[in-house]
């Protein structure tokens, strides 16, 4: 099994994550996960909106697409923003991808942007903003955590976000029965 690279001599390790340092990572995580797992159980009902003319199947086949639109951005994105942070500091990305992926959320609500073309750019927008948060994140989990911790804060990383996947839906289930 290999160990971490040792840190170089006269080079001081990085602070650790204080316990809200944590906690407010895994909230942009679950933040995210929230957001997908929100937006897909809806999103058939308002593409039929959008495009009145689709029969089920062409609705469906746009629900697969966005989603793929999504992970392309995630796809292309990932690498990108690793190396940008790399470079100008992972905190400026995360928050740069934070509010980026915020606004593409929310610029799905603005009339305007009701074409099929826009909902796939802001698909995909979502998706690229989300790649400077999660790999971000978990890189920043691994360069502030002592090596012992660092299993376990990644598994609460993940617990962050398959529960953001799971709140999602029930937010909206929760939103239908209360309107």
Excluded at 50 to 77: K, M, N, T, W
Excluded at 84 to 108: E, H, N, Q, T
Aim: glycine share 8%; with cysteine; charged share 10%.
């Amino acid at each position: 099994m290999s160990t971490a690279p040792a840190i170089p001599v006269g080079i001081p390790a990085p602070p650790a994550l204080r316990p809200m340092q944590l906690a407010f990572l895994a909230a942009a995580v679950f933040i995210v996960s929230v957001g997908y797992g929100g937006l897909l159980p809806v999103l058939p009902a308002w593409l039929a909106l959008q495009i009145p003319q689709a029969d089920a199947a062409e609705v469906a086949r746009h629900v697969g697409f966005l989603s793929g639109a999504y992970a392309a951005g995630v796809l292309v994105g990932a690498p990108l923003w690793g190396m940008v942070s790399d470079r100008v500091g992972r905190p400026k990305i995360l928050m740069a991808g934070m509010v980026g992926y915020v606004a593409s959320m929310l610029l799905l609500l603005v009339p305007a942007m009701d074409s099929l073309s826009a909902i796939y750019a802001l698909r995909a927008a979502a998706g690229l903003c989300v790649a400077a948060v999660v790999p971000v994140v978990s890189a920043l989990v691994a360069e502030h955590t002592p090596q012992a911790l660092r299993a376990r804060r990644f598994a609460w990383l993940s617990a962050a976000s398959l529960v953001g996947f799971f709140f999602g839906p029930a937010l909206n289930a929760l939103a239908e029965r209360a309107g």
